[in-house]
């Protein structure tokens, strides 16, 4: 997806979220394929931008089935968009909710995620 449409665009990084709760890791990959069929990098901003796959691994292992998202809000304009996320991170002390903001560029066949995000305590 080079030239990316407006609600497309919207529609997929919904998905994104509905296949993270739904707990489809391989699916949830193949749709970012899709988004950068020449790649994707996932970038939790302070830090330097990483293989995609590789993040997505670690995320998972990290936080898969222990955190459901919320998006509150999404936003796309052209081929970028930003989404206000509620994340709900299953703690040892119960349920911790946590804000992010998280941005995804199209460009030249590839995808950017970038995600502004408070860790847990």
Not at 2 to 20: F, H, K, P, V
Not at 72 to 92: F, M, R, S
Request: with cysteine; aromatic share 10%.
């Amino acid at each position: 997806m080079t030239d990316a449409r407006d609600g497309e665009l919207e529609a997929m990084i919904r998905s994104n979220y509905d296949l993270w709760n739904a707990g489809k890791a391989d699916e949830l990959t193949a749709l970012f394929n899709k988004l950068g069929p020449n790649g994707y990098t996932i970038e939790y901003v302070g830090s330097a931008p990483q293989d995609g796959a590789r993040a997505m691994t670690e995320m998972w292992a990290t936080y898969g089935g222990k955190c459901t998202t919320e998006a509150k809000e999404v936003l796309v304009n052209g081929n970028e968009g930003a989404a206000y996320v509620l994340n709900h991170l299953q703690t040892d002390k119960g349920v911790v909710v946590l804000p992010s903001l998280e941005t995804y560029k199209v460009e030249g066949g590839k995808l950017h995620i970038r995600y502004f995000h408070r860790a847990p305590d």
